[in-house]
């Protein structure tokens, strides 16, 4: 039976009793090293402790956590359940950011626990969430600043101490503060060599900066540390995939693509696809042979969208993609109609909070989305018309800027293809002020006049 006295591993109160905190403390420090044990904690705290309102909203954010409609809906599942158990004031401002997120209002969620963080800073959970949340809505200044609001409040002797500091690495790397993001990173990694967002974040900052033999030998020689067995691998692989690429080893590339990226045993898991179509997409724009790699992946994405409605405008852009690479041009017009669709008629409904995901695809995703179609149809101007009045503005519908790098590449390849030589020459004179060693920037300067 729940008890109100009970609090967490970090001191924050938890209607539950010392058994169903021993269990959610284990979960929390498991999601926190991406470590897949925490979904095997989840599912026997709901089962154990259907009584504990945050065995139901760990299990509800994990589920919203993978960024597919279908998942949402067992999401709202368990936060219905929430709502029949015993909750304090902090279980019921979990509940509203599971209610919000749930709904569609990502952007929401995210503000509630905001909320929620300036009254309970170590909640951990709030805090790896709310980090994800501004990650998947392009929140830079949020994802630096969220962790750097809870740190103080942290037990400094205390190992997740520095899995907060291995996210502000993160966020002061998407905020482009490079330097202070590698120190940052390398310092979490001292602490805890298996923290594999403060890697990610440290990868990120060679990747920025034009690093890449530093990027290459810092994943190599630490591939024991996050290479196999955990939630994130196949993100790293594919960072390490991304520098093997600017060096050409092209046989590299789809050796890991293959064994680690995608393939016939690979789940089907959208985060997971989402790198899958973004590296054959850079291939495909590169003039290099994929090998008929975009087929399995394209169908891979058909299953997965099979009956899914809108929800994530990041992803429908990586479907299209992969669509588009493997030749299947009306698949990807289907998704742009049913996304012109989404829009005219959530535009149509109107309301205080329309959805978050609306915004972004009308803002974002269905003009990337117009824009591959369009190279795929080899309609260069048009891809040109889509992209360029919207590259400023990326970050509004998710992801990090190495991935947004990929509308970056199709504008530029775009503008090279459609003779539009002066434009091409200004984003590769952007690209080599920023990474004065990228062989991709100087490949493309070379095809210029």
């Known amino acids: 039976m729940a008890s109100a006295a009970a609090v967490d591993q970090h001191g924050n109160p938890v209607v539950a009793d010392a058994a169903a905190v021993a269990l959610y403390d284990r979960a929390v420090d498991r999601l926190l090293r991406f470590d897949p044990e925490v979904l095997a904690c989840a599912s026997t705290l709901a089962e154990r402790h259907a009584d504990v309102a945050m ?3 760990l299990v509800a954010y994990l589920y919203l956590s993978s960024t597919q409609r279908p998942d949402a809906s067992v999401a709202r599942a368990s936060w219905q359940a929430m709502a029949a158990t015993p909750m304090g004031e902090r279980e019921r401002a979990h509940h509203d950011a599971v209610g919000a997120w ?23 959970l709030a805090l790896m969430l709310g980090h994800q949340l501004d ?7 949020n994802l630096r600043d969220r962790p750097g609001r809870s740190l103080s409040a942290l037990d400094p002797a205390h190992p997740h101490t520095a899995l907060v500091r291995g996210m502000l690495a993160f966020g002061l790397e998407e905020s482009g503060h490079y330097e202070a993001a590698e120190e940052a990173g390398q310092a979490a990694l001292a602490v805890n060599r298996d923290d594999l967002w403060a890697l990610h974040a440290v990868t990120h900052t060679y990747e920025m900066r034009g690093l890449v033999d530093t990027g290459i030998e810092f994943l190599t020689s630490r591939e024991a540390d996050w290479g196999s067995g955990n939630l994130f691998a196949v993100h790293n692989w594919w960072h390490l995939a991304l520098f093997r690429l600017e060096v050409g080893d092209l046989a590299a590339v789809l050796a890991v693509y293959d064994r680690q990226i995608h393939n016939a045993a690979s789940e089907g898991v959208a985060l997971e696809m989402v790198d899958a179509s973004a590296l054959l997409w850079r291939l495909h724009l590169d003039g290099l042979d994929t090998g008929g790699r975009f087929g399995p992946l394209a169908e891979a994405w058909a299953s997965a969208a099979a009956s899914a409605e809108p929800w994530y405008a990041f992803n429908d852009l990586h479907a299209v993609l992969a669509f588009v690479g493997a030749g299947r041009i009306t698949d990807a017009e289907r998704v742009v109609e049913a996304l012109t669709r989404y829009v005219a008629e959530g535009s149509a409904a109107g309301g205080p909070d329309a959805g978050t995901n609306l915004a972004m695809t009308a803002e974002i995703g269905l003009p990337a989305c117009r824009a591959v179609v369009a190279v795929g149809q080899e309609r260069w101007d048009d891809v040109v018309a889509e992209l360029s009045p919207i590259r400023r503005r990326l970050h509004r519908f998710g992801g990090s800027h190495a991935q947004r790098d990929v509308l970056h590449r199709t504008l530029l390849e775009a503008a090279v293809r459609s003779g539009q030589t002066s434009l091409a020459r200004a984003l590769v004179s952007e690209r080599l002020a920023l990474r004065p060693t990228s062989t991709y920037a100087s490949a493309q300067q070379s095809r210029l006049p």
């Open 55 to 57: 065995s139901h909203a």
């Open 102 to 124: 749930a709904s569609g209002s990502w952007g929401g969620a995210a503000e509630v626990l905001d909320d929620l963080l300036v009254r309970w800073p170590a909640d951990l």
């Open 135 to 141: 990650f998947f809505r392009g929140d830079a200044a």
